[in-house]
């Protein structure tokens, strides 16, 4: 299946909490997501990505292993997604540094997520803050075959507009992007 996803920059993110409020209920969500690659960085190098990521809800912690594929629309950044739950997420970690992957990035997504249909669509939108990353971002998002995936970009866009999102909103950075300049750059504080 691909993720028919896109995201954006949220300018006004009370106003799209308020709509997403309006749609489904709502559940808050701390996600740690650690992201994986080989020491010479194949995957990143091949628009792949490996992801462990344990998720605390309200009523349950669980992990999910995740792995994407290339990107099948450029504009969009839409990948084939494979993802299955793990019981141990600490011997999941073990299993993949014993293959010989090595982390690229671990970070916390604080996530408030709404499930919903739209447009004969199941969709998933989730309304994010990284710490280390400056903003309030909304993905949008619902999976597809790889034939549909211009179709269904079509109508999660129509659903970002009801949901207060201008074209011009949409990005393509990635969390994983952010939060690594963000750790590479100089500490302003500690050179004053």
């Excluded at 954006?8 to 709509?19: I, S, W, Y």
């Excluded at 540094?97 to 989730?126: I, P």
């Amino acid at each position: 299946m691909i993720e028919a996803e896109l995201k954006a920059r949220v300018h006004a993110p009370q106003e799209t909490l308020r709509r997403l409020d309006e749609r489904a209920v709502g559940r808050a969500e701390v996600y740690q997501d650690t992201y994986y690659d080989t020491p010479d960085g194949a995957l990143e190098a091949q628009d792949e990505e490996l992801r462990v990521r344990t998720v605390h809800g309200a009523d349950e912690t669980r992990t999910v292993l995740t792995y994407k594929g290339a990107r099948v629309d450029e504009e969009s950044g839409s990948k084939p997604e494979h993802e299955t739950r793990v019981e141990d997420a600490q011997a999941v970690h073990a299993l993949l540094r014993g293959l010989g992957y090595v982390q690229a990035v671990a970070f916390e997504k604080r996530c408030r997520n709404y499930a919903f249909e739209a447009r004969g669509r199941q969709m998933l939108a989730t309304l994010v803050r990284v710490p280390e990353v400056d903003g309030t971002f909304l993905e949008l998002e619902t999976l597809v075959e790889e034939k549909d995936v211009t179709e269904a970009l079509d109508d999660v866009r129509e659903v970002l507009v009801e949901l207060g999102i201008d074209a011009g909103d949409l990005t393509r950075e990635q969390y994983t992007d952010a939060v690594k300049a963000r750790r590479r750059a100089p500490d302003i504080a500690s050179a004053t």
